[in-house]
């Protein structure tokens, strides 16, 4: 039994997130039916390193699968990129250990959130960031920001709760940019909850229109509700950029 790990990418917009659903198109689906014909018709399972939702992106997604076929990993990337649709492409594969894992083995995971706030609505941007109707002030953005750096309880950003063993996890990293018309937050942490870089997202643009003060983020950890952050911001503004992995 070999175990071969894929970085995948994706346009999420057409599909209902990652995981399997009856009679919906996901993302999971569609590789593990790509991969019948590399497998001799045996159905894989394919393990992703975290379940995007629907219309949110991924950029460097992982994915593991164990399977007794014989082929080399680049094999795998030509014959799946035949395969596979054209919103869905395979950037790498290789060979790991039987006992790596997608999601147990990554050591952290970096998140983009990208907005447009700019005066005119770009139709050709609907699908991929957040078009946002004020303009943000992303230098308070990234002085409230700050106060999620570290371990924490991040209860107050995480939607249906409870849904793990623990709401503690430890951002790395943290920052808000901005270049003209669009800014982005990026986000590395151990692990994110469900919704919990949306939530922070919209909480954080609550805080860039100045509907609320900076210290605001701080108090939103502190109280550990999620009725206290800002709304979950939109799916179509969120990427998986990559995750990391100790080899």
Not at 211 to 237: M, S
Request: charged share 25%; proline share 5%.
């Amino acid at each position: 039994m070999r175990n071969i790990r894929l970085v995948i990418s994706y346009d999420g917009s057409d599909f209902h997130g990652w995981q399997t659903q009856p009679g919906k198109r996901t993302v999971q689906q569609t590789l593990e039916e790509a991969l019948l014909p590399l497998t001799g018709g045996q159905r894989v399972r394919v393990n992703a390193s975290g379940r995007t939702d629907a219309g949110v992106h991924a950029i460097g997604q992982v994915v593991n699968f164990l399977t007794t076929a014989k082929h080399e990993p680049a094999v795998f990337v030509r014959a799946l990129n035949v395969n596979l649709p054209d919103d869905v492409s395979v950037r790498a594969a290789d060979e790991v250990a039987v006992d790596f894992c997608a999601n147990r083995s990554a050591l952290s995971k970096i998140y983009r959130y990208l907005i447009y706030d700019g005066d005119t609505p770009d139709p050709f941007l609907r699908k991929y960031a957040y078009r946002c109707p004020f303009r943000l002030d992303h230098q308070r953005m990234r002085q409230a920001a700050r106060a999620l750096l570290g371990t924490h309880d991040f209860h107050s950003f995480e939607t249906d709760w409870p849904n793990r063993a623990s709401s503690v996890r430890t951002m790395m990293r943290i920052s808000v940019n901005r270049v003209g018309d669009y800014l982005w937050i990026d986000a590395e942490a151990d692990g994110f909850l469900y919704n919990m870089m949306r939530a922070i997202a919209g909480t954080l643009i609550q805080v860039g229109r100045g509907y609320w003060p900076v210290e605001r983020v701080a108090e939103i950890l502190r109280v550990k509700d999620r009725r206290e952050a800002g709304p979950t911001a939109p799916p179509q503004g969120l990427y998986l950029l990559r995750v990391k992995y100790a080899c």
